[in-house]
């Protein structure tokens, strides 16, 4: 079992930037690919970005290129989202999950509000 924690979120104005971090608890975290994904309201949740088990293969949705970075700390159970350039349509609850199973990822934290004001 692996207890996910996301912190970092808040409310920033358009063109900021905000770090979230997912701390990791339990069995190995360099044992799983990690992601990040994100929930508007009135939205389905959408994958953000996902970052493989080394860190070496990483891949972002269209939207989110060129602005935000994922990345990882194996030694820290750690898991990164970098957002710069934010935008007003970045504004969501932000989750990350590891462990893919080949359909979904097993586990989810409870995710962390980011509020993008224009």
């Known amino acids: 079992q692996v207890q996910l924690v996301e912190s970092g979120g808040g409310l920033v104005q358009a063109g900021g930037s905000l770090r979230l971090s997912c701390a990791a608890s339990g069995r190995t975290f360099s044992a799983y690919a990690t992601a990040w994904f994100r929930q508007a309201p009135g939205k389905e949740r959408e994958l953000v970005a996902r970052?493989?088990?080394?860190?070496?293969?990483?891949h972002y949705v269209d939207s989110v290129k060129g602005r935000f970075t994922i990345s990882r700390d194996n030694a820290k159970n750690t898991a990164y989202l970098q957002m710069n350039s934010l935008k007003p349509e970045d504004t969501a609850v932000y989750y990350c999950?590891?462990?893919?199973?080949?359909?979904?990822?097993?586990?989810w934290g409870q995710g962390t509000q980011v509020t993008v004001s224009s």
């Open positions: 999950a590891a462990n893919y199973d080949g359909a979904n990822y097993v586990y």
């Open positions: 970052i493989s088990r080394s860190g070496a293969i990483t």
